[in-house]
């Protein structure tokens, strides 16, 4: 069999698959697997209970019943939830919304890759453009997402290094290069992999370069505002006509509904929804059909202050209390500040071994991780920093995390002991 260009792109391996790949292992042929590496958020009974009352309700009434099932939904998405969604928003922020604002795609992965591809690559006229990631490391998923070659550029971030054998990543801004070949700026926030949160200052900063250099500012916030808020330091939410924000429902607890929601320009959002319907034809109902019953009385703020929140806050501040006892004081070792997310991003300053080759011995001993090096999209590849960081999930269930960092404290030590 022959593959086109296309094919062989993404036919091929890559971080994002090898990831998912590691997941479905773990979650649904090996449960034995200490899984710490993708995004797929805890089991949390008190969501889950919620979850059910509404799809319960949804089941026992016939015309609901039929609409989440027996019929195709608009290009961009069920009008009741874009509606409710835009209400939302405009009743929280004041931010000038409506329908005509939302669209719905089948998760926001399969968003990102319509959205990066409508913005960036080949030109029409000929010219190719690509996206700029203010800091990277970012999310890996991103990395395979253009269909054009040299897709990313991308700048190297500040490093502050904190008390406590901790450090967050900052934008530099004095090395902030936008070319001519900048088609949009690009950001997760909170970030994965490190669960960093650009602070208002940056946000703004890059907001006001974007508008001076006419390109649009994209802001994932899959885990952040203002669903499901897993955020542990002070942020404000950020949307204007040139700010394309995209929001999700998977880690609310309901990733298996594959609800991606992009908050645009009207403009943008009938490009969207036209590229969709090509890729897609309908988005899925499960979601928007959850969705807009929790947005109605705002029950999707408790779920994700009172519930969701405190627990990945928990359980962050848990483990880095363990690893710091685990690692002890001899292993130089920083831990990313847990501003949220659900993921600790640890370096390991001077690691003998590429992380990869970590990843690989964890994986031998059942303790699935993600290497450092696919989340460094566009930076340079000789920067020794990138192969000695690690991404770690501490969403699943306590006592297996609890041992998964055990594991992993043995083999580093093992790691820097054979050098």
């Known amino acids: 069999m022959r593959l086109s260009a296309f094919g062989e792109k993404f036919a091929g391996q890559s971080g994002i698959v090898e990831l998912m790949d590691d997941l479905g292992v773990a979650l649904n042929e090996n449960p034995e697997a200490i899984f710490m590496g993708g995004g797929n958020p805890a089991h949390i009974p008190e969501a889950d209970a919620l979850f059910k009352r509404h799809l319960q309700t949804i089941l026992d009434s016939p015309t609901a019943r039929h609409s989440m099932l027996g019929i195709y939904q608009s290009p961009q998405g069920d009008l009741e939830f874009r509606t409710e969604m835009a209400a939302y928003l405009k ?17 926001s992965q399969s968003a990102f890759f319509l959205i990066a591809n409508l913005l960036a690559g ?24 253009g269909l054009s070659r040299d897709f990313f550029s991308a700048t190297r971030p500040e490093i502050e290094h904190l008390d406590n054998k901790q450090f967050k990543y900052h934008v530099d801004f004095s090395q902030l290069s936008i070319d001519d070949d900048v088609a949009a700026l690009c950001v997760s926030r909170p970030t994965n992999p490190t669960g960093n949160v650009l602070t208002d200052a940056e946000v703004q900063q890059l907001d006001a370069i974007a508008r001076e250099r006419n390109v649009p500012l994209l802001i994932d916030g899959a885990y952040g505002q203002p669903f499901p808020n897993i955020l542990f330091s ?9 700010v394309i924000l995209a929001l999700s429902l998977s880690k609310l607890g309901l990733p298996g509904a ?37 947005l109605r009385d705002d029950a999707i703020d408790a779920l ?16 880095v209390t363990e690893l710091r006892r685990l690692l002890g004081q001899t292993l130089p070792y920083h831990i990313h500040r847990p501003e949220g997310a659900f993921f600790l991003w640890l370096w390991f300053e001077g690691l003998p071994i590429p992380s990869r080759e970590l990843y690989q ?5 059942g303790v699935l991780v993600v290497p450092g090096e696919p989340f ?3 930076v340079d590849e000789t920067w020794r920093h990138q192969n000695e960081c690690i991404r770690v999930s501490y969403s699943q269930e306590a006592s297996k995390v609890q041992r998964g960092f055990e594991i992993i404290a043995k083999e580093v030590q093992q790691a820097y002991d054979t050098g």
Request: some cysteine.
């Open 91 to 107: 009743r929280h922020y004041g931010w000038p919304l409506s329908a005509a604002n939302i669209s719905v795609c089948n998760g």
């Open 376 to 378: 460094f999209i566009g």
């Open 361 to 365: 011995r964890l994986k031998q001993r």
């Open 304 to 319: 994700s202050n009172d519930i969701i929140r405190p627990f990945y806050q928990a359980r962050a501040e848990h483990c």
């Open 234 to 242: 002070s942020a404000q939410p950020l949307w204007n006509n040139n």
């Open 122 to 145: 080949h030109m029409p006229d000929g010219s190719h453009r690509r996206l700029h990631l203010p800091l990277s490391p970012e999310y890996l998923g991103y990395r395979d997402a």
């Open 258 to 294: 594959r609800t991606g929601i992009i908050v645009s320009s009207e403009e943008f959002a009938r490009a969207l929804s036209n590229a969709n319907t090509i890729a897609s034809l309908a988005c899925g109902t499960l979601g928007p059909a959850i969705g807009k019953r929790l």
